[in-house]
């Protein structure tokens, strides 16, 4: 089995920073694209923000210039350095990843359990 564990949530106020951690345990032969995503009370899970395994990127209009997704791929790990965040960012922040398990000819996709960014006005 495979864990994503999310870290870093927390209370900011607006113009303030955070950093998400994402850190994927278990029988993994190979992380292939692992992505963040956010749910808002009342909407829909959106994505925002993805990496490929050698490191290429890509993020949403909406948080483009302000978030960094970034990864160690000895760690296992994702990261998610946000700077100026507004009220609107305000949501559940989920890690996602595709993996290859050991022993199996198939990738596998993967959420964590979700961290709750607040930000203050």
């Known amino acids: 089995q495979v864990q994503l564990v999310e870290s870093g949530g927390g209370l900011v106020q607006a113009g303030g920073s955070l950093r998400l951690s994402c850190a994927a345990s278990?029988?993994?032969?190979?992380?292939?694209?692992m992505a963040w995503y956010r749910q808002a009370p009342g909407k829909q899970r959106e994505l925002f923000a993805a990496?490929?395994?050698?490191?290429?990127?890509n993020y949403a209009d909406s948080v483009k210039g302000r978030f960094t997704i970034s990864r160690d791929n000895g760690k296992n790990t994702a990261y998610l350095q946000m700077i100026s965040l507004k009220p609107e960012d305000t949501a559940v922040y989920y890690c996602?990843?595709?993996?290859?398990?050991?022993?199996?000819?198939?990738?596998?996709?993967?959420w964590g359990q979700g961290t709750q960014v607040t930000v203050s006005s």
């Open positions: 990496i490929t395994s050698d490191g290429s990127t």
């Open positions: 996602n990843a595709d993996v290859r398990r050991l022993y199996w000819s198939n990738n596998s996709n993967y």
């Open positions: 278990g029988s993994i032969s190979r992380i292939n694209a």
